[in-house]
Protein backbone atom coordinates (compact mmCIF):
# COMPACT_ATOMS: atom_id res chain seq x y z
CA UNK A 1 0.00 0.00 0.00
CA UNK A 2 1.52 3.11 -1.26
CA UNK A 3 2.32 5.86 1.59
CA UNK A 4 0.98 9.31 0.81
CA UNK A 5 3.00 12.65 1.74
CA UNK A 6 1.56 16.04 2.21
CA UNK A 7 3.32 18.53 -0.53
CA UNK A 8 3.57 21.15 1.76
CA UNK A 9 5.57 19.15 4.30
CA UNK A 10 8.25 17.79 1.91
CA UNK A 11 8.75 21.06 0.27
CA UNK A 12 9.70 22.71 3.65
CA UNK A 13 11.97 19.83 4.91
CA UNK A 14 14.08 19.92 1.66
CA UNK A 15 14.08 23.85 1.99
CA UNK A 16 15.55 23.35 6.09
CA UNK A 17 18.66 20.82 4.75
CA UNK A 18 19.65 23.41 2.19
CA UNK A 19 19.69 26.47 4.50
CA UNK A 20 21.81 24.00 7.14
CA UNK A 21 24.20 23.51 4.39
CA UNK A 22 24.85 26.94 3.39
CA UNK A 23 25.39 27.54 7.29
CA UNK A 24 28.12 24.99 7.57
CA UNK A 25 29.65 26.03 4.32
CA UNK A 26 30.28 29.70 5.42
CA UNK A 27 31.42 28.46 9.01
CA UNK A 28 34.12 26.35 7.51
CA UNK A 29 35.29 29.32 4.96
CA UNK A 30 35.19 31.72 7.64
CA UNK A 31 37.17 29.47 10.10
CA UNK A 32 39.67 28.86 7.15
CA UNK A 33 40.07 32.28 6.98
CA UNK A 34 40.82 33.22 10.38
CA UNK A 35 43.18 30.29 10.88
CA UNK A 36 45.31 31.74 7.89
CA UNK A 37 45.62 35.26 8.83
CA UNK A 38 46.50 33.85 12.88
CA UNK A 39 49.37 31.74 11.14
CA UNK A 40 50.62 34.91 9.23
CA UNK A 41 50.93 37.23 12.40
CA UNK A 42 53.06 34.49 14.39
CA UNK A 43 55.63 33.69 11.12
CA UNK A 44 54.46 34.63 7.31
CA UNK A 45 54.54 32.26 4.74
CA UNK A 46 57.14 30.23 5.84
CA UNK A 47 55.44 29.11 8.90
CA UNK A 48 52.31 27.51 6.19
CA UNK A 49 55.34 26.54 4.00
CA UNK A 50 57.62 25.46 5.50
CA UNK A 51 60.78 24.16 3.59
CA UNK A 52 62.00 20.57 3.55
CA UNK A 53 66.25 20.80 2.86
CA UNK A 54 66.94 18.80 -0.05
CA UNK A 55 70.52 17.00 -0.72
CA UNK A 56 71.74 16.02 -4.30
CA UNK A 57 73.74 13.32 -1.96
CA UNK A 58 72.21 10.60 -2.02
CA UNK A 59 74.07 9.39 0.70
CA UNK A 60 73.70 11.81 2.79
CA UNK A 61 70.51 10.91 5.05
CA UNK A 62 67.33 13.55 6.33
CA UNK A 63 68.65 14.31 9.83
CA UNK A 64 65.21 14.41 11.73
CA UNK A 65 63.99 15.02 15.47
CA UNK A 66 62.27 12.71 17.53
CA UNK A 67 63.12 13.61 20.84
CA UNK A 68 60.35 14.74 22.50
CA UNK A 69 59.97 18.50 23.76
CA UNK A 70 57.82 18.78 25.85
CA UNK A 71 59.70 17.14 29.45
CA UNK A 72 59.97 18.03 33.07
CA UNK A 73 62.58 20.75 32.65
CA UNK A 74 61.15 22.54 29.71
CA UNK A 75 58.00 23.06 31.45
CA UNK A 76 59.76 26.04 33.43
CA UNK A 77 62.10 27.99 31.84
CA UNK A 78 65.05 28.42 34.70
CA UNK A 79 65.30 32.05 36.60
CA UNK A 80 68.37 33.58 36.21
CA UNK A 81 69.14 33.09 40.13
CA UNK A 82 69.48 29.60 38.57
CA UNK A 83 72.44 30.23 36.40
CA UNK A 84 75.17 27.61 36.56
CA UNK A 85 78.32 28.48 38.90
CA UNK A 86 81.23 25.68 38.64
CA UNK A 87 83.14 24.82 41.42
CA UNK A 88 86.41 23.98 41.04
CA UNK A 89 88.40 20.42 42.80
CA UNK A 90 90.06 21.00 46.16
CA UNK A 91 93.76 20.30 46.75
CA UNK A 92 94.79 16.24 46.62
CA UNK A 93 95.21 16.75 50.45
CA UNK A 94 91.49 17.13 51.42
CA UNK A 95 90.89 13.79 49.77
CA UNK A 96 89.88 12.23 52.91
CA UNK A 97 88.20 15.53 54.58
CA UNK A 98 85.58 15.18 57.33
CA UNK A 99 84.98 18.58 57.96
CA UNK A 100 83.16 17.83 61.61
CA UNK A 101 85.50 15.70 62.39
CA UNK A 102 89.22 17.55 61.37
CA UNK A 103 91.89 16.66 63.20
CA UNK A 104 93.71 20.46 63.18
CA UNK A 105 90.00 22.15 64.60
CA UNK A 106 89.90 19.08 67.52
CA UNK A 107 93.08 20.65 69.14
CA UNK A 108 91.65 23.09 70.50
CA UNK A 109 89.13 21.54 72.23
CA UNK A 110 89.28 19.96 75.84
CA UNK A 111 90.93 16.72 75.93
CA UNK A 112 88.89 16.06 79.28
CA UNK A 113 86.25 12.99 78.64
CA UNK A 114 88.05 12.75 75.30
CA UNK A 115 85.41 15.95 73.98
CA UNK A 116 88.23 17.27 71.28
CA UNK A 117 87.25 14.01 69.28
CA UNK A 118 83.16 14.78 69.34
CA UNK A 119 81.74 16.39 66.30
CA UNK A 120 83.16 20.34 65.76
CA UNK A 121 82.12 21.91 62.58
CA UNK A 122 83.90 24.43 60.33
CA UNK A 123 82.60 28.26 60.88
CA UNK A 124 80.16 29.67 58.02
CA UNK A 125 83.40 31.01 56.59
CA UNK A 126 85.12 27.88 56.88
CA UNK A 127 83.39 25.71 54.71
CA UNK A 128 85.05 24.71 51.45
CA UNK A 129 83.26 25.87 48.33
CA UNK A 130 85.15 23.18 46.18
CA UNK A 131 84.66 19.54 45.19
CA UNK A 132 86.74 16.87 47.43
CA UNK A 133 88.85 14.82 44.49
CA UNK A 134 88.77 10.90 45.08
CA UNK A 135 92.66 9.84 45.43
CA UNK A 136 94.76 9.09 42.28
CA UNK A 137 94.09 5.39 41.09
CA UNK A 138 90.75 5.16 42.67
CA UNK A 139 88.34 2.06 41.78
CA UNK A 140 85.24 1.37 42.02
CA UNK A 141 84.75 -1.24 44.65
CA UNK A 142 84.10 -4.74 44.75
CA UNK A 143 80.88 -5.88 44.77
CA UNK A 144 78.70 -7.45 47.62
CA UNK A 145 80.07 -9.94 49.09
CA UNK A 146 83.15 -10.14 47.73
CA UNK A 147 83.90 -6.21 49.26
CA UNK A 148 83.40 -7.85 52.60
CA UNK A 149 86.65 -9.46 52.04
CA UNK A 150 88.89 -6.94 49.68
CA UNK A 151 89.24 -3.43 49.26
CA UNK A 152 91.31 -1.38 46.84
CA UNK A 153 94.70 -0.08 48.66
CA UNK A 154 94.40 3.06 45.95
CA UNK A 155 90.76 3.46 47.77
CA UNK A 156 92.33 3.89 51.40
CA UNK A 157 95.52 4.19 50.75
CA UNK A 158 96.92 3.27 54.67
CA UNK A 159 99.11 0.43 55.90
CA UNK A 160 99.01 1.42 59.49
CA UNK A 161 96.56 -1.09 60.36
CA UNK A 162 98.55 -3.60 58.81
CA UNK A 163 101.63 -3.26 60.89
CA UNK A 164 99.98 -2.38 64.13
CA UNK A 165 97.29 -5.15 64.03
CA UNK A 166 99.39 -7.86 62.55
CA UNK A 167 99.21 -10.26 64.85
CA UNK A 168 95.16 -9.75 65.30
CA UNK A 169 94.31 -10.76 61.23
CA UNK A 170 92.10 -7.40 61.35
CA UNK A 171 93.89 -6.55 57.17
CA UNK A 172 96.56 -7.94 55.28
CA UNK A 173 97.97 -5.81 52.43
CA UNK A 174 98.18 -8.19 49.22
CA UNK A 175 99.83 -6.45 46.51
CA UNK A 176 97.51 -3.68 45.28
CA UNK A 177 94.62 -4.52 47.78
CA UNK A 178 93.80 -5.20 51.13
CA UNK A 179 92.52 -8.57 52.36
CA UNK A 180 90.25 -8.67 56.14
CA UNK A 181 89.98 -12.05 56.99
CA UNK A 182 88.18 -11.31 59.77
CA UNK A 183 90.03 -11.71 62.74
CA UNK A 184 90.02 -9.47 66.10
CA UNK A 185 91.58 -8.37 69.50
CA UNK A 186 89.46 -11.12 71.28
CA UNK A 187 88.25 -13.45 68.37
CA UNK A 188 91.31 -14.94 67.09
CA UNK A 189 89.40 -17.56 64.94
CA UNK A 190 87.60 -14.91 63.42
CA UNK A 191 84.56 -12.68 63.74
CA UNK A 192 82.18 -15.65 62.65
CA UNK A 193 83.21 -18.20 65.29
CA UNK A 194 83.02 -15.45 67.48
CA UNK A 195 79.88 -14.97 66.77
CA UNK A 196 78.71 -18.25 66.83
CA UNK A 197 80.06 -18.56 70.91
CA UNK A 198 77.61 -15.67 71.21
CA UNK A 199 74.88 -17.77 69.51
CA UNK A 200 75.83 -20.25 72.12
CA UNK A 201 74.69 -17.99 74.96
CA UNK A 202 71.89 -16.29 73.42
CA UNK A 203 69.11 -16.68 70.21
CA UNK A 204 70.40 -14.88 67.37
CA UNK A 205 68.10 -17.18 65.02
CA UNK A 206 64.58 -17.11 65.99
CA UNK A 207 64.66 -13.27 64.72
CA UNK A 208 63.98 -11.52 67.67
CA UNK A 209 67.31 -10.01 67.29
CA UNK A 210 67.51 -7.85 64.30
CA UNK A 211 69.38 -4.22 65.09
CA UNK A 212 73.02 -4.47 66.55
CA UNK A 213 75.59 -1.36 67.50
CA UNK A 214 79.24 -1.91 68.37
CA UNK A 215 80.81 0.15 69.83
CA UNK A 216 84.84 1.08 68.90
CA UNK A 217 84.17 -0.97 65.96
CA UNK A 218 88.08 -1.64 64.71
CA UNK A 219 87.52 -2.56 60.82
CA UNK A 220 83.70 -3.84 62.07
CA UNK A 221 84.50 -7.35 61.12
CA UNK A 222 81.44 -8.06 63.89
CA UNK A 223 79.13 -6.19 62.01
CA UNK A 224 80.32 -7.80 58.84
CA UNK A 225 79.91 -11.24 59.42
CA UNK A 226 76.11 -10.57 61.36
CA UNK A 227 74.82 -9.21 58.35
CA UNK A 228 74.63 -12.67 56.68
CA UNK A 229 72.83 -13.40 59.73
CA UNK A 230 69.55 -11.06 58.72
CA UNK A 231 71.49 -8.98 61.54
CA UNK A 232 71.30 -5.68 60.75
CA UNK A 233 74.54 -3.39 62.59
CA UNK A 234 75.54 0.33 63.46
CA UNK A 235 79.12 0.56 64.02
CA UNK A 236 81.23 3.19 65.02
CA UNK A 237 84.49 4.10 65.85
CA UNK A 238 86.31 7.20 66.43
CA UNK A 239 88.64 8.96 63.60
CA UNK A 240 92.17 7.68 64.13
CA UNK A 241 92.02 5.92 67.22
CA UNK A 242 93.21 3.67 64.72
CA UNK A 243 94.40 5.06 60.95
CA UNK A 244 91.08 4.54 58.64
CA UNK A 245 89.16 2.10 60.64
CA UNK A 246 85.99 3.45 59.34
CA UNK A 247 87.13 3.93 55.97
CA UNK A 248 87.81 0.38 56.10
CA UNK A 249 84.30 -0.88 57.08
CA UNK A 250 82.79 1.84 54.70
CA UNK A 251 84.60 0.54 51.46
CA UNK A 252 84.02 -2.90 52.85
CA UNK A 253 80.01 -2.41 52.49
CA UNK A 254 79.22 -2.65 56.00
CA UNK A 255 77.82 0.06 57.80
CA UNK A 256 79.83 2.47 60.14
CA UNK A 257 80.23 6.20 61.09
CA UNK A 258 82.53 8.25 62.85
CA UNK A 259 82.03 8.40 66.12
CA UNK A 260 82.52 8.34 70.02
CA UNK A 261 81.20 7.88 73.41
CA UNK A 262 82.22 11.46 75.09
CA UNK A 263 80.26 13.74 76.96
CA UNK A 264 77.27 13.77 74.04
CA UNK A 265 74.47 11.39 73.15
CA UNK A 266 74.75 9.00 70.23
CA UNK A 267 72.89 9.97 67.71
CA UNK A 268 70.19 7.54 68.15
CA UNK A 269 66.37 7.34 69.66
CA UNK A 270 65.32 5.34 72.43
CA UNK A 271 64.76 1.33 72.45
CA UNK A 272 66.74 1.20 69.30
CA UNK A 273 69.12 -1.67 69.06
CA UNK A 274 68.13 -5.02 70.45
CA UNK A 275 72.27 -6.30 70.93
CA UNK A 276 74.55 -3.30 71.97
CA UNK A 277 78.41 -4.77 71.92
CA UNK A 278 81.80 -4.12 72.72
CA UNK A 279 84.89 -5.63 71.85
CA UNK A 280 87.99 -4.19 73.65
CA UNK A 281 86.35 -1.16 72.62
CA UNK A 282 88.35 1.02 75.44
CA UNK A 283 85.68 2.67 76.69
CA UNK A 284 85.56 3.47 80.35
CA UNK A 285 82.36 1.54 81.76
CA UNK A 286 82.90 1.93 84.98
CA UNK A 287 84.06 5.73 85.02
CA UNK A 288 82.06 8.92 85.39
CA UNK A 289 78.74 7.34 87.37
CA UNK A 290 78.28 4.70 84.61
CA UNK A 291 77.65 7.49 82.54
CA UNK A 292 78.54 5.48 79.00
CA UNK A 293 76.47 2.58 80.15
CA UNK A 294 73.52 4.61 81.02
CA UNK A 295 73.66 5.72 77.37
CA UNK A 296 74.02 2.27 76.20
CA UNK A 297 70.50 1.49 78.49
CA UNK A 298 69.14 4.44 76.74
CA UNK A 299 69.23 3.42 72.94
CA UNK A 300 68.62 -0.41 74.16
CA UNK A 301 65.71 -2.42 73.56
CA UNK A 302 63.97 -4.07 76.47
CA UNK A 303 64.98 -7.06 76.86
CA UNK A 304 67.89 -5.96 74.59
CA UNK A 305 71.19 -7.56 75.54
CA UNK A 306 74.76 -5.85 76.16
CA UNK A 307 78.09 -7.99 75.41
CA UNK A 308 81.54 -7.28 76.49
CA UNK A 309 84.20 -9.18 75.56
CA UNK A 310 87.78 -7.98 76.60
CA UNK A 311 89.25 -6.21 79.87
CA UNK A 312 88.41 -6.70 82.79
CA UNK A 313 86.00 -10.44 81.60
CA UNK A 314 88.13 -13.10 82.55
CA UNK A 315 91.12 -10.75 83.82
CA UNK A 316 92.07 -13.46 86.09
CA UNK A 317 93.35 -15.55 82.39
CA UNK A 318 94.77 -12.69 81.24
CA UNK A 319 96.06 -10.21 83.17
CA UNK A 320 99.90 -10.74 82.63
CA UNK A 321 99.25 -10.49 78.96
CA UNK A 322 97.18 -7.20 79.08
CA UNK A 323 100.33 -5.40 81.38
CA UNK A 324 97.83 -4.61 84.39
CA UNK A 325 97.85 -5.43 88.08
CA UNK A 326 94.83 -8.42 89.36
CA UNK A 327 93.94 -5.81 91.48
CA UNK A 328 93.69 -3.07 88.85
CA UNK A 329 91.33 -5.39 86.59
CA UNK A 330 89.31 -6.61 89.99
CA UNK A 331 88.42 -3.13 90.54
CA UNK A 332 87.29 -2.68 87.48
CA UNK A 333 85.52 -5.68 86.79
CA UNK A 334 83.57 -4.97 90.22
CA UNK A 335 82.36 -1.22 88.92
CA UNK A 336 81.01 -2.30 85.70
CA UNK A 337 79.47 -5.02 87.98
CA UNK A 338 77.73 -2.92 90.18
CA UNK A 339 76.43 0.29 87.48
CA UNK A 340 74.90 -2.80 85.51
CA UNK A 341 73.28 -3.57 88.77
CA UNK A 342 71.90 0.09 89.30
CA UNK A 343 70.85 0.13 86.13
CA UNK A 344 68.28 -3.16 86.86
CA UNK A 345 70.20 -5.37 84.18
CA UNK A 346 70.55 -9.06 85.14
CA UNK A 347 73.75 -10.79 84.70
CA UNK A 348 72.67 -13.76 82.11
CA UNK A 349 76.30 -15.20 81.92
CA UNK A 350 79.62 -15.05 81.76
CA UNK A 351 81.59 -17.85 79.72
CA UNK A 352 85.16 -17.70 79.12
CA UNK A 353 85.80 -14.59 77.30
CA UNK A 354 82.35 -13.38 77.02
CA UNK A 355 80.02 -12.02 79.52
CA UNK A 356 76.51 -11.15 78.70
CA UNK A 357 73.67 -8.85 80.37
CA UNK A 358 70.63 -7.95 79.73
CA UNK A 359 68.43 -5.17 79.94
CA UNK A 360 64.57 -5.60 81.81
CA UNK A 361 61.95 -5.49 80.04
CA UNK A 362 59.90 -2.45 82.34
CA UNK A 363 60.90 -0.26 85.20
CA UNK A 364 58.34 -1.72 87.59
CA UNK A 365 60.40 -3.26 90.06
CA UNK A 366 63.79 -0.71 89.00
CA UNK A 367 61.51 1.60 90.30
CA UNK A 368 61.03 0.12 93.55
CA UNK A 369 64.91 -0.66 93.78
CA UNK A 370 65.23 2.86 93.95
CA UNK A 371 65.79 2.53 97.26
CA UNK A 372 68.64 0.56 97.39
CA UNK A 373 70.24 2.12 94.35
CA UNK A 374 69.94 5.85 94.43
CA UNK A 375 72.10 6.40 91.71
CA UNK A 376 71.32 6.92 88.88
CA UNK A 377 67.99 8.63 89.74
CA UNK A 378 65.02 8.64 86.62
CA UNK A 379 65.50 11.51 84.58
CA UNK A 380 63.01 14.11 84.71
CA UNK A 381 61.77 15.83 81.71
CA UNK A 382 64.02 14.81 79.02
CA UNK A 383 63.31 13.75 75.96
CA UNK A 384 64.25 10.04 75.42
CA UNK A 385 64.76 10.28 71.67
CA UNK A 386 66.76 13.33 71.44
CA UNK A 387 70.20 12.61 70.09
CA UNK A 388 71.76 15.52 68.28
CA UNK A 389 74.20 17.62 70.59
CA UNK A 390 72.62 16.15 73.73
CA UNK A 391 74.65 16.23 76.78
CA UNK A 392 74.69 12.79 78.56
CA UNK A 393 73.06 12.69 82.12
CA UNK A 394 74.23 10.02 84.97
CA UNK A 395 69.92 10.27 84.88
CA UNK A 396 68.39 6.68 83.91
CA UNK A 397 66.14 6.79 80.72
CA UNK A 398 62.19 5.77 82.07
CA UNK A 399 61.04 3.22 80.23
CA UNK A 400 56.92 3.18 79.12
CA UNK A 401 54.91 2.76 81.57
CA UNK A 402 53.47 -0.53 81.73
CA UNK A 403 50.31 -2.38 83.88
CA UNK A 404 51.53 -5.48 84.32
CA UNK A 405 55.06 -7.37 85.17
CA UNK A 406 55.17 -9.51 82.37
CA UNK A 407 54.37 -6.46 79.72
CA UNK A 408 57.03 -4.80 77.82
CA UNK A 409 57.26 -1.31 77.64
CA UNK A 410 56.73 0.26 74.27
CA UNK A 411 55.14 -2.34 73.66
CA UNK A 412 56.64 -5.84 71.87
CA UNK A 413 58.29 -6.00 68.11
CA UNK A 414 57.36 -8.35 65.51
CA UNK A 415 60.04 -11.12 65.24
CA UNK A 416 62.46 -10.53 61.41
CA UNK A 417 61.00 -10.45 58.77
CA UNK A 418 57.32 -9.63 59.60
CA UNK A 419 58.90 -6.70 61.84
CA UNK A 420 59.49 -4.41 58.98
CA UNK A 421 56.07 -4.18 57.82
CA UNK A 422 54.19 -4.74 61.03
CA UNK A 423 52.87 -1.83 62.64
CA UNK A 424 55.57 -0.68 64.62
CA UNK A 425 54.57 -0.38 68.50
CA UNK A 426 55.02 3.75 68.69
CA UNK A 427 52.68 3.95 66.30
CA UNK A 428 50.00 1.81 67.59
CA UNK A 429 50.44 3.30 71.25
CA UNK A 430 49.51 6.86 69.31
CA UNK A 431 53.40 8.03 70.29
CA UNK A 432 54.15 9.62 67.06
CA UNK A 433 52.10 12.39 66.34
CA UNK A 434 50.14 12.71 63.02
CA UNK A 435 50.95 9.16 62.27
CA UNK A 436 48.43 6.41 62.12
CA UNK A 437 48.36 2.80 61.41
CA UNK A 438 46.21 3.21 58.27
CA UNK A 439 49.23 6.27 57.11
CA UNK A 440 51.81 3.44 57.81
CA UNK A 441 50.34 0.92 55.49
CA UNK A 442 49.61 3.42 52.84
CA UNK A 443 53.57 4.88 53.17
CA UNK A 444 54.81 1.47 52.86
CA UNK A 445 52.80 0.68 49.61
CA UNK A 446 53.42 4.32 48.41
CA UNK A 447 57.63 3.93 48.60
CA UNK A 448 57.30 -0.19 46.96
CA UNK A 449 55.67 2.29 43.79
CA UNK A 450 58.15 4.73 44.22
CA UNK A 451 60.92 2.59 44.28
CA UNK A 452 59.59 0.96 41.06
CA UNK A 453 59.77 3.99 39.07
CA UNK A 454 63.04 4.56 40.12
CA UNK A 455 64.47 1.46 39.04
CA UNK A 456 62.74 1.91 35.54
CA UNK A 457 64.70 5.50 35.19
CA UNK A 458 67.93 4.79 37.37
CA UNK A 459 69.54 1.33 35.22
CA UNK A 460 72.19 1.55 38.13
CA UNK A 461 69.51 1.39 40.85
CA UNK A 462 68.12 -1.66 39.12
CA UNK A 463 71.05 -3.46 38.57
CA UNK A 464 71.18 -6.00 41.73
CA UNK A 465 75.21 -5.61 43.26
CA UNK A 466 75.26 -2.20 41.35
CA UNK A 467 75.27 -0.41 44.43
CA UNK A 468 75.89 -1.31 48.04
CA UNK A 469 75.89 1.66 50.57
CA UNK A 470 72.79 4.32 50.08
CA UNK A 471 71.61 6.99 52.27
CA UNK A 472 68.57 8.20 52.56
CA UNK A 473 68.69 12.44 53.52
CA UNK A 474 64.87 12.43 54.70
CA UNK A 475 63.54 8.82 55.76
CA UNK A 476 60.66 9.42 57.28
CA UNK A 477 58.91 6.25 57.86
CA UNK A 478 62.11 3.84 56.23
CA UNK A 479 59.53 3.37 53.10
CA UNK A 480 62.60 3.85 50.29
CA UNK A 481 64.48 1.30 52.88
CA UNK A 482 62.08 -1.57 52.97
CA UNK A 483 61.46 -1.45 49.47
CA UNK A 484 64.80 -2.08 49.14
CA UNK A 485 65.38 -5.05 51.48
CA UNK A 486 65.66 -7.96 48.93
CA UNK A 487 68.77 -5.92 47.19
CA UNK A 488 72.32 -6.65 48.27
CA UNK A 489 71.88 -3.20 50.08
CA UNK A 490 71.51 -1.60 53.45
CA UNK A 491 70.37 2.06 53.46
CA UNK A 492 71.23 4.25 56.16
CA UNK A 493 67.71 6.40 57.15
CA UNK A 494 68.31 9.76 58.05
CA UNK A 495 65.82 11.54 59.97
CA UNK A 496 66.69 15.81 59.72
CA UNK A 497 66.37 17.10 62.91
CA UNK A 498 64.15 20.09 61.65
CA UNK A 499 61.53 17.41 60.60
CA UNK A 500 58.05 18.36 61.53
CA UNK A 501 57.90 15.03 62.48
CA UNK A 502 61.85 14.09 64.20
CA UNK A 503 60.84 11.30 66.40
CA UNK A 504 60.13 8.81 63.39
CA UNK A 505 63.92 7.27 63.77
CA UNK A 506 62.48 5.06 66.51
CA UNK A 507 59.89 3.94 63.98
CA UNK A 508 62.36 2.93 61.33
CA UNK A 509 64.42 0.84 64.12
CA UNK A 510 61.54 -0.68 65.11
CA UNK A 511 60.83 -1.91 61.88
CA UNK A 512 64.31 -3.37 61.87
CA UNK A 513 66.03 -0.92 60.44
CA UNK A 514 68.93 1.70 61.06
CA UNK A 515 69.31 5.29 61.09
CA UNK A 516 70.82 8.73 62.43
CA UNK A 517 69.85 11.90 63.29
CA UNK A 518 71.51 15.04 61.16
CA UNK A 519 71.41 18.87 60.43
CA UNK A 520 71.94 19.14 56.64
CA UNK A 521 73.45 22.49 57.20
CA UNK A 522 76.07 20.18 58.51
CA UNK A 523 78.81 17.84 57.12
CA UNK A 524 77.83 14.06 57.88
CA UNK A 525 80.32 12.00 60.46
CA UNK A 526 81.38 10.69 57.02
CA UNK A 527 84.12 10.33 55.57
CA UNK A 528 83.79 11.39 51.46
CA UNK A 529 82.57 8.59 49.12
CA UNK A 530 80.81 6.86 51.40
CA UNK A 531 77.51 6.07 49.64
CA UNK A 532 76.87 5.05 46.36
CA UNK A 533 73.35 6.19 46.34
CA UNK A 534 71.28 9.23 47.84
CA UNK A 535 68.42 9.67 47.91
CA UNK A 536 66.85 13.33 48.88
CA UNK A 537 63.02 14.10 49.54
CA UNK A 538 61.94 17.44 50.31
CA UNK A 539 65.57 17.96 51.89
CA UNK A 540 65.54 21.51 50.14
CA UNK A 541 62.17 22.64 50.55
CA UNK A 542 62.76 21.46 54.95
CA UNK A 543 66.32 23.36 54.00
CA UNK A 544 65.08 26.68 52.35
CA UNK A 545 65.76 29.90 54.41
CA UNK A 546 68.34 27.60 56.72
CA UNK A 547 71.08 27.00 54.95
CA UNK A 548 72.89 27.43 51.38
CA UNK A 549 71.76 24.91 48.98
CA UNK A 550 75.04 24.94 47.34
CA UNK A 551 76.73 23.49 50.92
CA UNK A 552 74.17 20.82 50.95
CA UNK A 553 74.53 19.74 47.35
CA UNK A 554 78.54 20.19 48.20
CA UNK A 555 78.29 17.38 51.29
CA UNK A 556 76.57 15.34 48.96
CA UNK A 557 79.22 15.47 46.39
CA UNK A 558 81.78 14.90 48.99
CA UNK A 559 80.41 11.63 50.31
CA UNK A 560 79.00 10.57 46.91
CA UNK A 561 81.17 7.79 45.22
CA UNK A 562 82.67 8.53 41.10
CA UNK A 563 79.63 7.22 39.26
CA UNK A 564 77.39 7.13 42.00
CA UNK A 565 74.01 8.41 41.61
CA UNK A 566 71.54 10.73 43.53
CA UNK A 567 67.61 10.99 43.26
CA UNK A 568 66.40 14.39 44.27
CA UNK A 569 62.48 14.93 44.39
CA UNK A 570 60.90 18.43 45.21
CA UNK A 571 59.30 21.20 43.61
CA UNK A 572 59.69 21.90 40.56
CA UNK A 573 61.04 25.52 40.91
CA UNK A 574 63.36 24.30 43.74
CA UNK A 575 64.78 21.59 41.48
CA UNK A 576 65.58 23.71 38.52
CA UNK A 577 67.51 25.81 41.29
CA UNK A 578 69.36 22.61 42.35
CA UNK A 579 70.06 21.21 38.56
CA UNK A 580 71.78 24.59 37.98
CA UNK A 581 74.10 23.63 40.95
CA UNK A 582 74.37 19.90 40.26
CA UNK A 583 75.67 21.13 36.83
CA UNK A 584 78.40 23.19 38.15
CA UNK A 585 79.34 20.42 40.64
CA UNK A 586 79.64 18.43 36.73
CA UNK A 587 76.80 16.03 37.54
CA UNK A 588 74.94 14.57 34.80
CA UNK A 589 71.67 15.49 35.33
CA UNK A 590 68.35 15.18 34.02
CA UNK A 591 64.79 15.99 35.53
CA UNK A 592 61.46 13.44 35.18
CA UNK A 593 58.08 14.07 35.79
CA UNK A 594 56.55 12.63 38.87
CA UNK A 595 56.10 8.91 39.06
CA UNK A 596 51.68 9.78 39.20
CA UNK A 597 51.76 12.16 36.88
CA UNK A 598 53.31 14.96 34.77
CA UNK A 599 50.89 17.31 35.96
CA UNK A 600 52.28 17.45 39.40
CA UNK A 601 54.41 19.93 40.65
CA UNK A 602 56.65 17.38 42.73
CA UNK A 603 59.75 16.57 39.99
CA UNK A 604 62.40 13.90 40.14
CA UNK A 605 65.92 14.99 39.42
CA UNK A 606 68.15 11.99 38.56
CA UNK A 607 72.31 12.62 38.67
CA UNK A 608 75.27 10.98 38.52
CA UNK A 609 78.96 12.09 40.17
CA UNK A 610 81.02 11.70 36.90
CA UNK A 611 84.49 9.83 37.65
CA UNK A 612 87.36 12.04 38.51
CA UNK A 613 90.83 11.85 40.71
CA UNK A 614 93.38 13.53 42.17
CA UNK A 615 96.20 14.10 39.62
CA UNK A 616 99.04 11.62 39.49
CA UNK A 617 101.39 12.07 42.84
CA UNK A 618 104.15 13.83 40.20
CA UNK A 619 102.12 16.83 39.52
CA UNK A 620 100.15 17.18 43.25
CA UNK A 621 102.97 18.81 44.00
CA UNK A 622 101.61 22.16 41.59
CA UNK A 623 98.16 22.37 42.91
CA UNK A 624 97.33 25.35 44.52
CA UNK A 625 95.30 25.34 47.57
CA UNK A 626 91.34 26.20 47.49
CA UNK A 627 90.33 29.18 49.69
CA UNK A 628 87.25 29.20 51.82
CA UNK A 629 84.40 31.14 51.32
CA UNK A 630 84.47 34.98 52.41
Known sequence: MATWRNPITQYISLKSKRTNLYYMAITTVLCSIFYLIGIWQHGGAATILPSIPCSNNETTPLSLDFAAHHTAENQVPIPPEARVVHFPSCNSKFSEYTPCQDTDRSLKFDREMLVYRERHCPEKNEILKCRIPAPYGYTTPFRWPESRDVVWYANVPHKHLTVEKAGQNWVRFEGDRFSFPGGGTMFPRGADAYIDDIGKLINLEDGSVRTAIDTGCGVASWGAYLLSRNILPMSFAPKDTHEAQVQFALERGVPAMIGIMASQRLPYPSRAFDIAHCSRCLIPWGKYDGLYLIEVDRILRPGGYWILSGPPVNWESHWKGWNRTREDLNAEQNGIEAVARSLCWKKLIQRNDLAIWQKATNHMHCKINRKVFRKPPFCNGQDPDSGWYTKMEACLTPLPEVSDIKETSGGQVAKWPERLTAVPPRILSGSVNGVTAEGFEKDTQLWKKRVSHYKSVDYQLAEK???????????????????????????????????????????????????????????????????????????FTLYKDRCAM?????????????QGS?????????????????????????????????????KILIATKRYWTSPPPAHQQQQHPIKTAS
Request: net charge negative; proline share 4%.
Open 550 to 562: EDILLEMDRILRP
Open 465 to 539: GRYRNLLDMNAYLGGLAAALVDDPVWVLNVVPVEAEVNNTLGVIYERGLIGTYQNWCEAMSTYPRTYDFIHADSV
Open 566 to 602: VIIRDDVDILLEVKSIADGLEWESRMTDHEGSPHVRE
